[in-house]
């Protein structure tokens, strides 16, 4: 028994590399065929391209588009170059037609065309609806490779029909019936289907109550749908309920795995950067956008101090508080946003409210700025000797901190009423608005307090 | 067929509503039967308490059963309250023993020990084991409802045990093989078992590459392996191979939301308070330590600014560009931060090796710094009429820049390689490293070039 031990793994591949090198294609192809798709892949990353050029020869287009299929597209863009052209497209026109779609989608459309006319007209058909859905809607991300089953057959005919076309499906666990007119009537779960008796029709023990996603829906509300009910599968539908393809639990992990990168991306302003397979420059260029504009921003905020530069010039040490001003409330304020992102994005937000999200920002608001400026009222006449000095910078962080929970709290959920993405409103955002206003608070009360420093 | 749309749903919750003010027993227990539990217990959270106590009233305390595993740990405690000794007593004893682990870890020692010993001997034995594990792991995480088949049996008296067993099995779409000494030997999934032949042996059919996890191994470590292997489940087993329970897909995609939301609140330097059911008091209570830590970073740096308060007496506009120096340091040194734990969490940061990685945000902190810095020099002499201070700005940009991204880069990884969680390199305080080095070296070159000003 093969175990995919770390250990036994190493010496397994160890043992496939020796057939490759040595050219032993029988033994490669035992030892190599028995792996998962996955580790294969694994395997296949490692090598060389001389060495992948013996796979190509080794192994059958269908046997590769395993691999291919797992690949990253920046990875499937290198690999397409090194095959031969009849090769790649006896390959395409072996895997699933989502991943076709995917990858067609990043290339040039011309290329994509030629890619196109060689495969067979069902599933170019299949492909060119998939690509006509909008990036990161249902219809996008939902594969075609599913079985749907009429209403009026016997449960022993389906049994049959899984026994001759289950293995190309994505998956047999839910068979979705559809009525004469291709529409969505029902769902069978496969352990529905055994636990029958077998001459019952499919009518008599589908659920009626199934629930499907519309192609335009969000990916991310596909997610949340899937994660509620813990389906293994979802059907979509057009609006005309026509069943159109399903969406599986395994992409849905990779949908919420990226949503959660996007959104940790924007908390830290590098939408799209946070990819580890871009080069320096191009990984430089994503983000330079963000890093300017904040920088910007960090000019607005020079402007705000600027403003005060005679109350500076008086009381230089009014400018050893500026870090601690602006991070306070930066931290604070991105708190408040990261509490509402999340509520946003896992559904939680809709079962309390709006109102009382806010109302109980603002009061962990009121109670962070009381902490906080109780602790410097303490620390800073200690290290710097000067009460007036903790006065001020204890009130300002008071009421700082107050109002950065607000900003953090409302800026998202404005942001999702006027249907854009929450995370737009992304901590560097935020923080600039909290910096801004912390630092106005700062010197204006230290300003009208400046004689009695 | 009711289809459980936005606007059918509140229609048919009205329904069930009226029935259960009118306290027609009957009407209300078909209707809400009906329901998915998940919906159920959507419907049940809008109650008020006098309604409550009639659903309780109502449905079987097996009924209730369904509605309370799908509650809020938070909401469990309130509610368990409200339910009668025996009642409570029969609800556990008809729950998932994860689910009632889940819950009775929670609740004092004492009460957890009330309800074990009113529990059946077996149920009590699994939930006793586990507690008795370490959360966040495999054997946390895992559930004792699953199905093991001796590898001698025949596939036509697997299907029939399916008949009889199958409903009360979290998944019966992968079936866990033992052998005589209940080890793992293998596993046969649904599909296999219903396309093949009736007559084979287990042992024929099943596949003997099962990967398994085991009871200590960490949830996220878990949640890749099925990421990876698109897997429906994943068996558990102690460290002499014996099967003791399985995690499911859909506790995964909690363990992943749960993760990315923990992620996130490290980024924001609020572990466990990114949770919107607190009162704004707790909340505060939770957030205060994480602020109140970062103040006193904010006081070191103010300590830093200090030290140049003679260059900064002398020419006060120096202030000015504190925050820009600190803000571009800081989102800098994030945006590597991010990228390294999300390379980190989703595994690519293997494939790539920690030296590339960092020398590929090094190179890229070369260009952001760059970019910067032709900016600054551009825009300060015009907007302050002054190039030798666009010079010492724009050269500390550079040089803050590169370095923060090796900040950002570095010390995540080397937390990870002490085995820490690398997220407790937390957004903060890579920030307050980068904000120091940043005013460190902005200050310098000031004051070395203090005369040209």
Same mark, same amino acid.
């Given at each position: 028994?093969?175990? @995919?031990?770390?250990?036994?793994?190493?010496?397994?591949?160890? =043992?496939?590399?020796?057939?490759?090198?040595? &050219?032993?294609?029988?033994?490669?192809?035992?030892?190599?065929?028995?792996?998962?798709?996955?580790?294969?892949?694994?395997?296949?990353? /490692?090598? &060389?391209?001389?060495?992948?050029?013996?796979?190509?020869?080794?192994?059958?287009?269908?046997?590769?588009?395993?691999?291919?299929?797992?690949?990253?597209?920046?990875?499937?863009?290198?690999?397409?170059?090194?095959?031969?052209?009849?090769?790649?497209?006896?390959?395409?026109?072996?895997?699933?037609?989502?991943?076709?779609?995917?990858?067609? +989608?990043? $290339?040039? /459309?011309?290329?994509?065309? %030629?890619?196109?006319?060689?495969?067979?007209?069902?599933?170019?058909?299949?492909?060119?609806?998939?690509? =006509?859905?909008?990036?990161?809607?249902?219809?996008?991300?939902?594969?075609?490779?599913?079985?749907?089953?009429?209403?009026?057959?016997?449960?022993?005919? $389906?049994?049959?029909?899984?026994?001759?076309?289950?293995?190309?499906? &994505?998956?047999?666990?839910?068979?979705?019936?559809?009525?004469?007119?291709?529409? @969505?009537?029902?769902?069978?779960?496969?352990?529905?289907?055994?636990?029958?008796?077998?001459?019952?029709?499919? /009518?008599?023990?589908?659920?009626?109550?199934?629930?499907?996603?519309?192609?335009?829906?969000?990916?991310?509300?596909?997610?949340?749908?899937?994660?509620?009910?813990?389906?293994?599968?979802? *059907?979509?539908?057009?609006?005309?309920?026509?069943?159109?393809?399903?969406?599986?639990?395994?992409? !849905? !992990?990779? $949908?919420?795995? /990226? &949503?959660?990168?996007?959104?940790?991306?924007?908390?830290?302003?590098?939408?799209?950067?946070?990819?580890?397979?871009?080069?320096?420059?191009?990984?430089?260029?994503?983000?330079?956008?963000?890093?300017?504009?904040?920088?910007?921003?960090?000019?607005?905020?020079?402007?705000?101090?600027?403003?005060?530069?005679?109350?500076?010039?008086?009381?230089?040490?009014?400018? #050893?508080?500026?870090?601690?001003?602006?991070?306070?409330? +930066?931290?604070?304020?991105?708190? =408040?946003?990261?509490?509402?992102?999340?509520? @946003?994005?896992?559904?939680?937000?809709?079962?309390?409210?709006?109102?009382? %999200?806010?109302?109980?920002?603002?009061?962990?608001?009121?109670?962070?700025?009381?902490?906080?400026?109780?602790?410097?009222? !303490?620390?800073?006449?200690?290290?710097?000797?000067?009460?007036?000095?903790?006065?001020?910078?204890? @009130?300002?962080?008071?009421?700082?901190?107050?109002?950065? %929970?607000? #900003?953090?709290?409302?800026?998202?959920?404005?942001?999702?009423?006027?249907?854009?993405? *929450?995370?737009?409103?992304?901590?560097?955002?935020? %923080?600039? !608005?909290?910096?801004?206003?912390?630092?106005?608070?700062?010197?204006?009360?230290?300003?009208?307090?400046?004689?009695?420093?």
């Amino acid at each position: 028994m093969v175990k @995919l031990t770390e250990q036994n793994r190493e010496q397994y591949a160890e =043992s496939i590399l020796q057939a490759l090198n040595s &050219e032993e294609l029988q033994q490669f192809r035992q030892l190599f065929l028995e792996l998962h798709p996955q580790d294969q892949h694994d395997f296949f990353l /490692e090598l &060389e391209e001389s060495q992948r050029e013996k796979v190509y020869e080794y192994l059958s287009p269908e046997e590769f588009a395993e691999i291919f299929q797992e690949l990253e597209l920046e990875e499937q863009k290198d690999i397409i170059e090194e095959l031969d052209q009849t090769y790649a497209q006896d390959m395409f026109g072996e895997m699933s037609t989502d991943d076709v779609a995917d990858f067609l +989608g990043e $290339v040039p /459309e011309s290329k994509a065309e %030629t890619v196109l006319e060689g495969l067979e007209d069902d599933d170019a058909k299949d492909i060119r609806e998939l690509l =006509s859905y909008e990036e990161e809607t249902a219809g996008a991300i939902m594969t075609k490779e599913f079985m749907n089953i009429p209403a009026d057959a016997a449960l022993r005919d $389906v049994i049959e029909l899984l026994r001759q076309e289950g293995p190309d499906a &994505e998956t047999i666990y839910y068979l979705y019936v559809v009525n004469a007119k291709q529409e @969505l009537a029902g769902v069978v779960s496969l352990r529905d289907l055994i636990t029958s008796d077998p001459n019952k029709k499919v /009518e008599e023990v589908m659920s009626t109550r199934v629930v499907s996603v519309n192609t335009g829906d969000d990916q991310e509300d596909v997610a949340n749908l899937i994660k509620k009910y813990d389906f293994l599968a979802v *059907p979509v539908v057009t609006t005309n309920n026509t069943l159109v393809g399903i969406i599986t639990v395994d992409d !849905i !992990i990779d $949908v919420i795995e /990226e &949503e959660a990168t996007e959104d940790i991306g924007e908390f830290v302003a590098s939408r799209g950067a946070t990819d580890v397979n871009l080069t320096s420059f191009t990984a430089a260029k994503k983000r330079a956008p963000w890093i300017i504009m904040l920088m910007f921003f960090g000019l607005i905020t020079a402007g705000v101090i600027g403003q005060f530069e005679e109350t500076l010039e008086r009381i230089v040490l009014l400018a #050893v508080f500026i870090p601690l001003i602006m991070d306070s409330a +930066g931290n604070t304020g991105t708190q =408040s946003l990261a509490v509402m992102v999340r509520s @946003l994005a896992t559904g939680t937000f809709e079962k309390k409210g709006m109102f009382n %999200t806010v109302r109980r920002e603002f009061g962990t608001g009121l109670f962070l700025g009381l902490f906080c400026a109780i602790t410097l009222m !303490i620390l800073i006449p200690i290290v710097y000797r000067d009460v007036m000095l903790a006065f001020i910078v204890g @009130l300002s962080l008071f009421l700082t901190l107050s109002i950065a %929970t607000i #900003v953090g709290a409302v800026v998202p959920v404005l942001i999702n009423k006027l249907k854009l993405d *929450p995370a737009i409103a992304s901590g560097p955002f935020i %923080t600039t !608005i909290n910096d801004v206003l912390g630092l106005m608070i700062y010197f204006s009360i230290a300003t009208a307090l400046l004689q009695y420093l």
